[in-house]
């Protein structure tokens, strides 16, 4: 089944470039000729000539971003974007979520509308559609919103899986986490699941796993896009019977989000380092997971710098509801394991109730996805995407500073004479403290 992504603005079409990328190489590299298949069939479309075009369109309201991943993408000898799969404008949305909500999306509604039913009609099978955006700026965040409320009407039954890049917490915008705010109440409504990397994590990968000294934003984006992949590229569940028919969107949402006010999930993948020490690198499925695990529980979101004093908590604790020391539940969790031997791992630490909250049996709150291919290189590899507190903190700030700004009606103005109201803030920010409530109380 195929996965259509729509890419908007700076941020989801640098994502969105290094993401096809990193798919195509994986799937040129692999070594099995139906994992290579299920992986073109899911993200690409093949044209008469042979060329493999990506089963994406592009959006943003400037059009020098969209160029030139257009250009590079083309480079690349492996892949290319479609010749009109992308629409773009001469002036952006300022950094100002309710220009691109209010203004540029209604506006250019029709001819967006138009792109994305042309590459679902394209797809034999639709899996489900991938917007790709930041919250932080105007038209990633307010035209990426409103694109996702139009894709809902539009399709109603098939799923939506929204990725989103969030600021780094120093700042990016002075208006950012108003952006955020609006962005998130909004998406947590229209979405079945929102999949969500941090700026300030994925930097400090780049910095201490990467080694890395003078980090860009295309380093970052690559790391997304490698842990992305790595959670989107083909692999086998226990009811799939051999086959990669699955559909990778809607068993995602369905393993993790099984209910309406936890749909928040993050990712974790290990190993991580520089390319040119993967061949000197050797790893063992034991390590790997017992690693990965403590990560889990500790919300350690990379394995340098693990808390390993943080533990779940016993039986007698968990009874009587004792403080847990920092300790990341979880409602559920997928482990996806690709390379040599993967099905000699042992994933019963994954399994342990408790983990999860208690009102969900173990054998419903986590799964396992596995393939026996190597991905990006890396002879064993895993990631973990988790619908769990670790998004509690960030989340919790962002309402906060924004929160602290509305009070004192900063730059409100910016946003009311585009037509959001103050009413419509209250109604955001009442929204996600429900959100980050039902997280705090996961039990």
């Given at each position: 089944?195929?996965?259509?992504?729509?890419?908007?603005?700076?941020?989801?079409?640098?994502?969105?470039?290094?993401?096809?990328?990193?798919?195509?190489?994986?799937?040129?590299?692999?070594?099995?000729?139906?994992?290579?298949?299920?992986?073109?069939?899911?993200?690409?479309?093949?044209?008469?000539?042979?060329?493999?075009?990506?089963?994406?369109?592009?959006?943003?309201?400037?059009?020098?971003?969209?160029?030139?991943?257009?250009?590079?993408?083309?480079?690349?000898?492996?892949?290319?974007?479609?010749?009109?799969?992308?629409?773009?404008?001469?002036?952006?949305?300022?950094?100002?979520?309710?220009?691109?909500?209010?203004?540029?999306?209604?506006?250019?509604?029709?001819?967006?509308?138009?792109?994305?039913?042309?590459?679902?009609?394209?797809?034999?099978?639709?899996?489900?559609?991938?917007?790709?955006?930041?919250?932080?700026?105007?038209?990633?965040?307010?035209?990426?919103?409103?694109?996702?409320?139009?894709?809902?009407?539009?399709?109603?039954?098939?799923?939506?899986l929204n990725h989103l890049t969030?600021?780094?917490?120093?700042?990016?915008?002075?208006?950012?986490?108003?952006?955020?705010?609006?962005?998130?109440?909004?998406?947590?409504?229209?979405?079945?699941?929102?999949?969500?990397?941090?700026?300030?994590?994925?930097?400090?990968?780049?910095?201490?796993?990467?080694?890395?000294?003078?980090?860009?934003?295309?380093?970052?984006?690559?790391?997304?896009?490698?842990?992305?992949?790595?959670?989107?590229?083909?692999?086998?569940?226990?009811?799939?019977?051999?086959?990669?028919?699955?559909?990778?969107?809607?068993?995602?949402?369905?393993?993790?989000?099984?209910?309406?006010?936890?749909?928040?999930?993050?990712?974790?993948?290990?190993?991580?380092?520089?390319?040119?020490?993967?061949?000197?690198?050797?790893?063992?499925?034991?390590?790997?997971?017992?690693?990965?695990?403590?990560?889990?529980?500790?919300?350690?979101?990379?394995?340098?710098?693990?808390?390993?004093?943080?533990?779940?908590?016993?039986?007698?604790?968990?009874?009587?509801?004792?403080?847990?020391?920092?300790?990341?539940?979880?409602?559920?969790?997928?482990?996806?394991?690709?390379?040599?031997?993967?099905?000699s791992a042992e994933t019963g630490?994954?399994?342990?109730?408790?983990?999860?909250?208690?009102?969900?049996?173990?054998?419903?709150?986590?799964?396992?996805?596995?393939?026996?291919?190597?991905?990006?290189?890396?002879?064993?590899?895993?990631?973990?995407?988790?619908?769990?507190?670790?998004?509690?903190?960030?989340?919790?700030?962002?309402?906060?500073?924004?929160?602290?700004?509305?009070?004192?009606?900063?730059?409100?103005?910016?946003?009311?004479?585009?037509?959001?109201?103050?009413?419509?803030?209250?109604?955001?920010?009442?929204?996600?403290?429900?959100?980050?409530?039902?997280?705090?109380?996961?039990?």
């Amino acid at each position: 089944m195929s996965v259509v992504t729509v890419q908007l603005g700076q941020c989801g079409n640098q994502v969105g470039l290094e993401l096809f990328d990193v798919i195509s190489n994986d799937a040129r590299d692999g070594q099995r000729s139906t994992y290579r298949a299920a992986s073109h069939e899911r993200f690409f479309h093949q044209t008469s000539n042979g060329e493999l075009e990506a089963r994406a369109v592009l959006i943003d309201m400037e059009p020098k971003v969209i160029n030139q991943s257009m250009t590079k993408a083309l480079k690349s000898g492996k892949w290319r974007y479609g010749e009109k799969a992308h629409f773009s404008q001469k002036q952006g949305s300022g950094n100002n979520w309710a220009n691109g909500f209010c203004v540029h999306g209604p506006q250019n509604q029709q001819v967006v509308e138009e792109l994305v039913r042309r590459e679902v009609e394209r797809c034999e099978r639709l899996a489900g559609l991938m917007p790709i955006m930041s919250v932080a700026g105007g038209t990633g965040s307010g035209v990426g919103t409103y694109v996702t409320q139009q894709l809902r009407d539009i399709f109603p039954k098939s799923f939506i899986l929204n990725h989103l890049t969030w600021p780094y917490g120093s700042g990016e915008v002075i208006v950012q986490n108003y952006n955020s705010v609006l962005t998130l109440a909004k998406l947590y409504r229209l979405s079945d699941a929102v999949l969500v990397h941090e700026n300030d994590t994925v930097h400090r990968i780049c910095s201490r796993l990467l080694n890395i000294k003078h980090i860009t934003f295309s380093d970052v984006n690559r790391v997304i896009a490698h842990q992305l992949g790595s959670v989107l590229q083909p692999a086998l569940t226990t009811d799939s019977y051999g086959t990669h028919s699955r559909n990778p969107l809607g068993e995602l949402v369905s393993s993790l989000a099984c209910h309406p006010e936890y749909k928040l999930l993050s990712v974790c993948t290990i190993p991580q380092m520089p390319s040119e020490s993967i061949a000197y690198s050797a790893f063992a499925w034991p390590g790997l997971l017992k690693h990965l695990r403590q990560m889990l529980v500790s919300n350690t979101k990379m394995e340098e710098g693990i808390d390993w004093q943080v533990r779940p908590p016993s039986n007698y604790e968990r009874t009587r509801g004792l403080p847990t020391h920092n300790f990341n539940r979880s409602l559920a969790n997928l482990l996806i394991l690709r390379g040599k031997d993967v099905y000699s791992a042992e994933t019963g630490s994954f399994e342990e109730p408790a983990l999860y909250a208690s009102w969900l049996p173990p054998g419903e709150a986590f799964k396992t996805w596995k393939s026996i291919v190597p991905f990006n290189k890396y002879e064993k590899s895993a990631t973990l995407v988790s619908n769990s507190q670790s998004l509690l903190k960030p989340l919790d700030n962002i309402v906060g500073k924004a929160w602290n700004m509305f009070a004192s009606r900063a730059y409100i103005h910016q946003y009311t004479k585009h037509g959001i109201t103050e009413e419509d803030f209250v109604d955001s920010f009442t929204s996600l403290e429900q959100v980050i409530s039902s997280y705090r109380h996961l039990r």
